[in-house]
Structure formats: C-alpha cells, structure tokens
C-alpha cells in the first residue's frame, strides 16, 4: 500500500514549456485535488475530483488543467509554464468527510 | 481566499513545555482538521474534529472547537524536539465537504 505517490519530486522548466505532475493513489478514495502551497500562503486548492470523470476547479485554476479517467490517477497539466508558478504542488486523496493523505510534493521551478 | 488562519504565525518554546496554536475560520463548517508538515515533506493528518464535537484528545494531542466563535485550538502537551514542524488547520464546509480549505499555518520551534 503506497498511498499517494507523485512524480517527479523536482523539476525545472522553461517559461512557455508544458509539462504534466503525475498522481497517483492506491487507497480506492473517491476524491483527490491537487494543491499549491507557496511561502507564507498555506496551501491554496487549484482543482479536484470526487470520482472518476469528474472535476471540478478550485481557488487558482488558471494556468492548469486536470481530468479523471481512472480512480487512482489525476495529473495535472501545466499548460504554458510561467514563472508565477513556481510552487511546491501537493497531491491528496480521502474519502469524503475524512481526512486526506498527501503525496511527498513536486518542486517546480519556472526559469 | 483562505478560510482557516493561523494564530501565531511562529511559535519557539523549550522543549517539555505546552504549546498552543489556534485557528479560525469564516463559514460554516462539516468538520476541522490539523495537519502537520514537517521540513520539505508532505502534509500528515493528526486529528479530525466535528462540528457537533466539543473536545478531541489523541495522545499528547487535545483539540478543541468552538463553532460559536468560528475557532479552534490544538495543544502539544510535554513537547519535544521532534514536533517542530509547521502546523495547518483546515476546514470541510458544510455544503461541498470533499474540500479541504487550508490556513497558513504556525511555525513551531521546540528549542532542546
């Protein structure tokens, strides 16, 4: 049982570069999101799905896109990297009015 | 917008002594959760508290929620060196309770 495994942990990309952060978990949760967390901010929701086919946007969406074709995946989509967001991202899954489980982070630097 | 915040931002105590952190927050809520994170890692959950509940204990953990003043507190007693980390609260909504809206957290340093 791994639990929520992103990757990768670290990257560094060009303004104007696509790329996408992979999630996935292995616990059978309805939900996951994906979330930004940067200085001073806490952490910041940007999208998240309650199944399978289903999304939904969060407080910041712009710039990234998500879909949800199998329980265990949601990866997200950095669609024209931009310096502004550079962040830590964090993916979670729970079941509903649980608590949810967090991956280790991906650290993503916009040069 | 956040909805839980944080009180206070940082926290330095020696270590076995008390510490206290609280939260508030803005709307009404399904269920509150303290979350810690350590340097550099992923959150980890510690308690989850109900809106019709009162008190929590979990080990040197105690949470406490008060839904009429929109706030919540989470005491480490005996602390050690070992729970220094960054401590997040947050909320479930009462309606969309698959969301979790987080603080920004307190920074707490236990000193050796």
């Known amino acids: 049982n791994a639990g929520v495994t992103q990757t990768p942990k670290f990257q560094v990309l060009k303004t104007g570069q696509s790329m996408t952060l992979q999630c996935a978990q292995d616990m059978n949760h309805e939900y996951m999101s994906w979330y930004r967390q940067d200085p001073g901010m806490g952490l910041r929701l940007i999208h998240y799905s309650v199944g399978a086919g289903i999304t939904d946007q969060g407080e910041v969406p712009n710039g990234y896109n998500v879909s949800r074709s199998t329980t265990e995946d949601f990866p997200l989509r950095l669609l024209s990297a931009a310096p502004s967001q550079t962040s830590v991202y964090f993916c979670?899954?729970?079941?509903?009015?649980?608590?949810?489980?967090f991956g280790q982070g991906t650290r993503l630097t916009v040069v | 917008s956040q909805q839980g915040e944080e009180d206070p931002q940082a926290l330095s105590i020696q270590e076995g002594e008390n510490a206290t952190m609280n939260c508030s927050y803005k709307?009404?809520?399904?269920?509150l959760q303290w979350y810690r994170q350590n340097s550099g890692r992923g959150l980890v959950h510690l308690i989850l508290?109900?809106?019709?509940?009162r008190e929590k204990h979990s080990g040197r953990l105690r949470v406490t929620l008060d839904t009429s003043k929109k706030s919540s507190s989470l005491l480490i007693t005996a602390s050690r060196a070992a729970d220094t980390a960054s401590y997040f609260c947050?909320?479930?909504?009462?309606?969309?309770?698959?969301?979790?809206?987080f603080g920004t957290g307190t920074r707490l340093t236990i000193i050796p």
């Open positions: 947050a909320t479930a909504t009462l309606f969309g309770n698959e969301k979790l809206t």
């Open positions: 979670a899954s729970k079941k509903l009015t649980t608590e949810a489980f």
């Open positions: 709307t009404s809520i399904n269920n």
């Open positions: 508290i109900r809106s019709n509940e």
